[in-house]
């Protein structure tokens, strides 16, 4: 009996699988740091900056996939090969904010946090991306300092202000920090930004 348990273990052995796939979101872009579980385990692993994974599963395990601000998706393991599509859920996304040092939750927030919707950046006339925000938020001051639509403006958020500092905040879009030292002049850089996207 012991012997016969000895053959058969390297088949067992061989029904994990590693599997490997990429995590997207509702947009089709690869979601870095998205969390994967196998369920009922401990064992997960995150996803690399390119959406990847790769993780030790039996065929006919669940992975869960977790990131924030989206809804969770139970996948069977079918195969060594697991893409998977995650969709938004804006339930959640209140849960954490980040603020300019770092992340924590709307409850530990120490200081004014507020929450600007997509009805709220569309209403009124808007033709640059800096009168999105123009009248929305308290504390939130955008200048334009000249009548051209393409003038520079100045954005203070709390009236803060500095001697020798940039005084304007910095603005990232899809993780790329957006260059307000514009070497033609006093041009607006959110103007190459179309309201619309």
Not at 31 to 52: E, Q, Y
Not at 110 to 122: E, I, P, R, S
Request: net charge negative.
């Amino acid at each position: 009996m012991f012997f016969l348990v000895l053959l058969c273990a390297p088949f067992f052995a061989l029904a994990q699988l590693n599997v490997t796939g990429t995590v997207i979101d509702d947009l089709g872009l690869p979601l870095p740091g998205a969390s994967i579980v196998l369920k009922g385990t401990t064992n997960g692993v995150t996803t690399d900056f390119d959406g990847k994974f790769s993780i030790q599963a039996n065929e006919g395990d669940v992975l869960v996939f977790s990131y924030i601000g989206l809804k969770n998706k139970e996948v069977i393991v079918t195969s060594e090969v697991v893409n998977v599509a995650m969709e938004s859920d804006i339930s959640q996304l209140d849960e954490v904010v980040i603020i300019g040092y770092g992340t924590t939750t709307k409850k530990d927030a120490t200081g004014a946090v507020q929450l600007l919707t997509a009805d709220d950046l569309n209403k009124g006339a808007i033709t640059t991306a800096d009168q999105m925000i123009t009248g929305k938020s308290a504390g939130v001051r955008v200048v334009s300092n000249g009548g051209d639509p393409d003038a520079e403006i100045n954005i203070r958020i709390r009236g803060g202000s500095s001697l020798n500092a940039n005084n304007s905040p910095l603005i990232v879009i899809d993780g790329v920090p957006l260059s307000n030292q514009n070497p033609a002049g006093q041009a607006n850089p959110l103007t190459l930004i179309n309201p619309n996207d």
